[in-house]
């Protein structure tokens, strides 16, 4: 039901399938019997997102690039965070973010690189997280003298 209040008309219990027609004027809105709505109202419901699509493991050589690319998607478009091993990333990982998208990039890489990386995609209607195991072959994690 329509409840006038100037300049204000409170709408209640509306559903998907109900629409509503907003007066021009103001001196449109006075108390009437409740009418059919005129138009739809739709409104998106939050989608939870997808799992992000990634490759779970990665091989790559010391002084390579690790470019690890993820396709996320949700309603409304989720938000794509990155951790390396629960923490954060390196510094000198960066992150490149589209519509449809997430990369994480570092190069040149080195075992100190290694690790489980973690991708979430997060929205109003919840997260989903998919791991990434990163393995760095050549160069030993310290130097031996």
């Known amino acids: ?79 794509v965070t990155w951790s390396r091993d629960g923490m954060a990333l390196p510094p000198e990982a960066k992150v490149e973010t589209t519509a449809i998208s997430s990369s994480l990039v570092i190069k040149p890489c080195s075992r100190r690189h290694l690790g489980i990386y973690t991708v979430t995609a997060k929205n109003a209607a919840g997260e989903k997280r998919k791991n990434v195991t990163v393995e760095v072959l050549g160069e030993s994690l310290c130097a031996v003298k």
């Open 1 to 79: 039901p329509v409840t006038p209040s100037a300049p204000w008309a409170w709408v209640n219990r509306l559903k998907s399938a109900d629409s509503l027609r907003v007066p021009s004027t103001s001196s449109e809105l006075r108390p009437s019997m409740p009418q059919d709505l005129d138009s739809p109202v739709s409104r998106p419901i939050p989608s939870l997102p997808e799992t992000p699509s990634v490759s779970e493991r990665m091989v790559v050589h010391a002084g390579g690039v690790i470019r690890i690319i993820c396709y996320v998607s949700g309603q409304p478009s989720p938000e």
